[in-house]
């Protein structure tokens, strides 16, 4: 994630503080012996049970219990007092086991304090104090009332909880900022609303003196309602996309430097898609943000920054205050060395926050994960994915998607077992149903085992799930209800049908394959023919029937191919140069170079794709069978290949992973005569590759 900065000396109550204000803890705290570190651990246990998981009613019990126990040591010290009634009362009010002591609301009359991330903590119990003995005369009637921070992720939970559980009575509330803020929360304000409100403070604005930037009143309230919005606020109408770009080049000529009027921009021009402007306001907003770092020493909320950069989806400051935010409040990273091993470790779920702060990291992982080229950089990709598992996704489509892509990246890899073992535990024990590429790429590992059977058994029972009569007796959930059926779904069927004659290739005869041929294509015409209700891509060469045609017809010249039948493979290559298509199947291109053993089929292959694994088989098979290997010409050759080959294999994942691949740039290496010790690396590679080979290449998997 690049170079981090200096983390937190956790050794003073000041850190402490800021830790408990975000929703994290350390183990490192050295002040856990004294009444303050013991109560503060205590609240993050409650919290562990309240906040950040379902409520568990037997570990609230034993966390009262403890804090009784506690209590009985507190003499004088109103602060301890406070947080251990908080606990006292959350308790009693989840297990119903009694009604909760009301105690004084008034927090910061009791603990004297001008220290910020103590008075952000104090914040944060008075919030959870009215939260759970329902007791909000105090906020309410606060003119002046400050809305929490984002990087003060437990008061914004509980103020949120208390407006969207409709604690609040909104008639009621006294501060203007409170009750926007409590309409923005909610979704119950128009968008035409936000504006007017916003005109009318910018109509009593003027750009300030040097003296008035952080005490003239209407630049406060400016700066706190565009803090609202560039935290919380999404619901801007394109309608209104002109009136917005009014009011922030009002606002900006009205204020100075003003970081949340910028972060508005940004985040504004972001979502209307004009990234040119959302570009030029992020610049500023980033230079404000660390002249203000300059100051103060520290940044003001960099949960904030963080959640506007997502917005924009700027890669560098993300990483930068993803990785600051880590590193400050010592939340769980995964170690690049355990990225392919979190099954075995456990590693779920270690990052354990509010639902805000929750998404906002959720997001900037989700992007960065996005921006990584699998090809070029395979280590940040799982580092990316395996940190998303450590939060919390309460979407299960999304959190089902990730787990798939998950197994499917380690057996581009050939981490065969690791990948089986993942979709086994993590995916197809959860859902075994409905489930085709799971199990697809289950039954296409096992197919790299030796005893290929388990493979032969998931195929088959997915595949006779196709050919269930209408009469017979068979669980519902075993029915195929062919026109549900998405145009991918499909597709998967017919690669299961290649693997299944493929399958019994190996462990019977081609020829046993051959007999299965007409079942493909019976197959093919059940599903896209008969069956046509499927939106096709006409944009998308791949998501049309005429290219899944083309499969099957190269999947029948494969095996006439390979049983040296040629008349019948050139038959298929025929029907092949039939289908009317007006896109270029390299597939096909490649096939005919096989069969006719046409070299210059391969060489066009390469000439639109560099790194097709396929083409670079083909060519090097084909030129180490030339009869004029004493030739300088052929030399030069064998030179050209052995650098393309070499080229793909480092930048493209599944060349570099494939074992037949390295085994030929081996075999070119011998003839040219390079050093040993290169040859023994190709060849030690290209083993170990070969010894997870399967049946199919994963990467028939996605269209």
Same mark, same amino acid.
């Given at each position: 994630?690049?170079?981090?900065?200096?983390?937190?000396?956790?050794?003073?109550?000041?850190?402490?503080?800021?830790?408990?204000?975000?929703?994290?803890?350390?183990?490192?705290?050295?002040?856990?012996?004294?009444?303050?570190?013991?109560?503060?651990?205590?609240?993050?246990?409650?919290?562990?049970?309240?906040?950040?998981?379902?409520?568990?009613?037997?570990?609230?019990?034993?966390?009262?219990?403890?804090?009784?126990?506690?209590?009985?040591?507190?003499?004088?010290?109103?602060?301890?007092?406070?947080?251990?009634?908080?606990?006292?009362?959350?308790?009693?009010?989840?297990?119903?086991?009694?009604?909760?002591?009301?105690?004084?609301?008034?927090?910061?009359?009791?603990?004297?304090? @001008?220290?910020?991330?103590?008075?952000?903590?104090?914040?944060?119990?008075?919030?959870?104090?009215?939260?759970?003995?329902?007791?909000?005369?105090?906020?309410?009637?606060?003119?002046?009332?400050?809305?929490?921070?984002?990087?003060?992720?437990?008061?914004?939970?509980?103020?949120?909880?208390?407006?969207?559980?409709?604690?609040?009575?909104?008639?009621?509330?006294?501060?203007?900022?409170?009750?926007?803020?409590?309409?923005?929360?909610?979704?119950?304000?128009?968008?035409?609303?936000?504006?007017?409100?916003?005109?009318?403070?910018?109509?009593?604005?003027?750009?300030? =003196?040097?003296?008035?930037?952080?005490?003239?009143?209407?630049?406060?309230?400016?700066?706190?309602?565009?803090?609202?919005?560039?935290?919380?606020?999404?619901?801007?109408?394109?309608?209104?996309?002109?009136?917005?770009?009014?009011?922030?080049?009002?606002?900006?000529?009205?204020?100075?430097?003003?970081? =949340?009027?910028?972060?508005?921009?940004?985040?504004?021009?972001?979502?209307?898609?004009?990234?040119?402007?959302?570009?030029?306001?992020?610049?500023?907003?980033?230079?404000?943000?660390?002249?203000?770092?300059?100051?103060?020493?520290?940044?003001?909320?960099?949960?904030?920054?963080?959640?506007?950069?997502?917005?924009?989806?700027?890669?560098?400051?993300? @990483?930068?205050?993803?990785?600051?935010?880590?590193?400050?409040?010592?939340?769980?990273?995964?170690?690049?060395?355990?990225?392919?091993?979190?099954?075995?470790?456990?590693?779920?779920?270690?990052?354990?926050?509010?639902?805000?702060?929750?998404?906002?990291?959720?997001?900037?992982?989700?992007?960065?994960?996005?921006?990584?080229?699998?090809?070029?950089?395979?280590? &940040?990709?799982?580092?990316?994915?395996?940190?998303?598992?450590?939060?919390?996704?309460?979407?299960?489509?999304?959190?089902?998607?990730?787990?798939?892509?998950?197994?499917?990246?380690?057996?581009?890899?050939?981490?065969?077992?690791?990948?089986?073992?993942?979709?086994?535990?993590?995916?197809?024990?959860?859902?075994?149903?409905?489930?085709?590429?799971?199990?697809?790429?289950?039954?296409?590992?096992? %197919?790299?085992?030796?005893?290929?059977?388990?493979?032969?058994?998931?195929?088959?029972?997915?595949?006779?799930?196709? &050919?269930?009569?209408?009469?017979?007796?068979?669980?519902?959930?075993?029915?195929?209800?062919?026109?549900?059926?998405?145009?991918?779904?499909?597709?998967?069927?017919?690669?299961?049908?290649?693997?299944?004659?493929?399958?019994?290739?190996?462990?019977?005869?081609?020829?046993? %394959?051959?007999?299965?041929?007409?079942?493909?294509?019976?197959?093919?015409?059940?599903?896209?023919?008969?069956?046509?209700?499927?939106?096709?891509?006409?944009?998308?060469?791949?998501?049309?029937?005429?290219?899944?045609?083309?499969?099957?017809?190269?999947?029948?010249?494969?095996?006439?191919?390979?049983?040296?039948?040629?008349?019948?493979?050139?038959?298929?290559?025929?029907?092949?140069?039939?289908? &009317?298509?007006?896109?270029?199947?390299?597939?096909?291109? =490649?096939?005919?170079?096989?069969?006719?053993?046409?070299?210059?089929?391969?060489?066009?292959?390469?000439?639109?794709?560099?790194?097709?694994?396929?083409?670079?088989?083909?060519?090097?098979?084909?030129?180490?069978?030339?009869?004029?290997?004493?030739?300088?010409?052929?030399?030069?050759?064998?030179?050209?290949?052995?650098?393309?080959?070499?080229?793909?294999?480092?930048? =493209?994942?599944?060349?570099?992973?494939?074992?037949?691949?390295?085994?030929?740039?081996?075999?070119?290496?011998?003839?040219?005569?390079?050093?040993?010790?290169?040859?023994?690396?190709?060849?030690?590679?290209?083993?170990?590759?070969?010894?997870?080979?399967?049946?199919?290449?994963?990467?028939?998997?996605?269209?």
């Amino acid at each position: 994630m690049g170079k981090s900065e200096q983390t937190f000396e956790i050794q003073i109550e000041d850190d402490l503080f800021k830790f408990k204000n975000f929703g994290s803890y350390v183990s490192r705290c050295n002040i856990s012996n004294n009444l303050l570190g013991k109560a503060t651990f205590l609240l993050h246990r409650f919290h562990s049970n309240t906040i950040f998981n379902e409520p568990n009613l037997e570990n609230l019990k034993v966390i009262q219990k403890e804090c009784h126990q506690l209590m009985s040591s507190v003499k004088h010290d109103s602060l301890v007092t406070y947080i251990l009634n908080n606990i006292d009362n959350g308790v009693k009010v989840l297990t119903s086991s009694e009604a909760p002591i009301p105690q004084t609301s008034n927090l910061k009359s009791l603990v004297n304090t @001008t220290n910020l991330a103590k008075l952000e903590f104090l914040n944060s119990l008075i919030l959870e104090n009215a939260y759970y003995i329902n007791s909000v005369d105090e906020l309410i009637n606060d003119d002046d009332f400050e809305i929490p921070l984002l990087d003060n992720s437990i008061a914004t939970h509980y103020l949120n909880k208390l407006i969207q559980e409709k604690k609040l009575d909104e008639k009621k509330i006294k501060s203007k900022l409170l009750d926007f803020y409590a309409d923005i929360i909610t979704n119950n304000v128009d968008d035409d609303y936000v504006l007017t409100t916003l005109n009318e403070i910018v109509d009593h604005l003027r750009f300030p =003196n040097a003296d008035e930037i952080i005490k003239n009143k209407d630049q406060i309230k400016i700066s706190n309602y565009l803090k609202v919005l560039m935290d919380h606020y999404k619901g801007f109408k394109e309608e209104n996309y002109t009136k917005w770009e009014d009011i922030i080049v009002k606002i900006v000529s009205k204020t100075f430097q003003s970081i =949340n009027a910028a972060g508005l921009a940004s985040k504004f021009f972001a979502i209307k898609g004009d990234s040119l402007q959302a570009e030029l306001y992020f610049r500023n907003f980033i230079i404000f943000v660390k002249k203000n770092k300059e100051l103060s020493g520290v940044y003001d909320d960099v949960l904030s920054i963080l959640n506007v950069s997502n917005y924009v989806k700027d890669k560098e400051q993300v @990483t930068h205050f993803l990785n600051l935010i880590y590193n400050h409040y010592d939340l769980t990273l995964i170690n690049t060395k355990e990225t392919m091993n979190i099954l075995e470790n456990n590693k779920f779920g270690s990052v354990k926050l509010p639902e805000l702060t929750n998404s906002i990291l959720l997001s900037s992982w989700e992007f960065l994960n996005s921006q990584v080229d699998i090809n070029t950089n395979i280590q &940040d990709y799982f580092y990316s994915l395996t940190n998303i598992f450590q939060l919390n996704i309460e979407d299960k489509g999304v959190l089902s998607k990730y787990e798939y892509e998950y197994a499917y990246s380690l057996s581009l890899i050939k981490q065969n077992e690791k990948s089986a073992q993942w979709l086994k535990q993590i995916i197809l024990s959860k859902q075994p149903t409905n489930n085709l590429p799971s199990w697809l790429l289950l039954a296409i590992l096992e %197919s790299g085992r030796e005893d290929k059977m388990n493979a032969l058994t998931i195929v088959n029972s997915i595949l006779t799930c196709l &050919d269930i009569d209408e009469d017979e007796e068979v669980d519902e959930e075993d029915l195929v209800n062919i026109n549900d059926l998405t145009f991918e779904s499909r597709y998967l069927y017919v690669i299961f049908k290649f693997l299944q004659i493929d399958i019994i290739s190996e462990i019977h005869d081609i020829s046993d %394959s051959i007999d299965l041929l007409p079942s493909l294509f019976q197959l093919y015409e059940k599903i896209f023919i008969k069956n046509n209700n499927f939106t096709e891509i006409k944009s998308k060469p791949k998501f049309t029937s005429q290219y899944v045609l083309q499969l099957v017809w190269m999947q029948a010249a494969k095996l006439y191919y390979k049983n040296d039948q040629k008349e019948e493979a050139v038959k298929c290559l025929k029907e092949l140069s039939d289908i &009317d298509v007006d896109f270029k199947n390299l597939n096909a291109i =490649n096939m005919k170079g096989f069969v006719l053993s046409d070299i210059n089929q391969f060489e066009s292959v390469l000439s639109y794709d560099a790194f097709n694994l396929i083409a670079l088989i083909g060519y090097a098979d084909l030129l180490l069978k030339d009869n004029h290997k004493e030739s300088l010409e052929y030399m030069n050759k064998l030179n050209v290949l052995g650098l393309k080959i070499s080229t793909a294999i480092n930048s =493209n994942i599944q060349c570099r992973y494939s074992g037949q691949l390295q085994m030929l740039l081996f075999r070119i290496y011998k003839l040219l005569g390079h050093g040993k010790d290169l040859q023994q690396d190709i060849l030690l590679s290209a083993i170990e590759c070969l010894e997870n080979e399967t049946i199919l290449d994963p990467w028939i998997i996605k269209l």
